[in-house]
């Protein structure tokens, strides 16, 4: 089993910056794809930012050039720098790890962490 913990979330003003955090641990053989989705209240689940095994990264064209994604292979985790942060980034995040766990390669979620972007 593998469990998914985050951190990070919060209120910040607009223009501020804000770095999540997702650790996983349990029983983990190899980390694949790791990602961030958010959920904005009355809207669907989107993809923020990914990372690719071999360090390839894609981001969602409304957080170029203000959003970093990255990893720490060691500690089976990753990251999500936000800065210059707007209201309309204001949803609950979510990271998502493409796992291998000894027997399947599967995809875990966390519970999510809130970031209200407000004045």
């Known amino acids: 089993q593998v469990q998914l913990v985050e951190s990070g979330g919060g209120l910040v003003q607009p223009g501020g910056s804000l770095r999540l955090s997702c650790a996983a641990s349990g029983s983990i053989f190899s980390i694949k794809n790791m990602a961030w989705h958010r959920q904005a209240p009355g809207k669907q689940r989107e993809l923020v930012a990914s990372?690719?095994?071999?360090?390839?990264?894609w981001y969602t064209h409304s957080v170029k050039d203000r959003f970093t994604i990255s990893k720490d292979n060691a500690k089976n985790s990753v990251y999500l720098q936000m800065n210059s942060l707007k209201p309309e980034d204001t949803a609950v995040y979510y990271c998502?790890?493409?796992?291998?766990?000894?027997?399947?390669?599967?995809?875990?979620w966390g519970k999510g962490t809130l970031v209200t972007v407000s004045s």
């Open positions: 990372i690719t095994q071999g360090g390839d990264t």
């Open positions: 998502n790890l493409e796992i291998d766990d000894w027997s399947d390669v599967v995809n875990y």
